[in-house]
């Protein structure tokens, strides 16, 4: 299942996803942008993610990542722009997960 966001800067990336109910990580095929140069706000990423694969109460849900080889979470600040968590989200070792609140 793709998650899509409207294109300016489109960018094609593999992640590795975990859901709560999951203890295995899921590949997924995620279509990230920015539309008119305006970076959008993780909080609107996130719900778009887990609507899209029918996880139920996105709100209830924050958005973190686990290094796989230390296993340290970090969790993300709702300002932080999508561009920034790109950069993590796309090492090789991190796994893009979701905490409930």
Do not use: H
């Not at 924050?62 to 090492?91: H, P, Y």
Request: no cysteine; aromatic share 8%; proline share 2%.
């Amino acid at each position: 299942m793709m998650a899509e966001y409207e294109a300016g800067l489109d960018s094609n990336i593999d992640v590795y996803i975990q859901y709560p109910e999951s203890a295995d990580r899921v590949i997924k095929t995620i279509l990230i942008a920015d539309v008119n140069g305006v970076d959008y706000k993780l909080e609107q990423v996130k719900n778009n993610i887990l609507n899209d694969n029918g996880v139920p109460n996105a709100m209830s849900y924050n958005l973190a990542f686990r290094n796989e080889s230390n296993g340290n979470v970090r969790k993300v600040d709702q300002s932080t722009k999508m561009l920034d968590w790109l950069k993590i989200l796309t090492s090789s070792e991190t796994t893009l997960i979701f905490q409930l609140v």
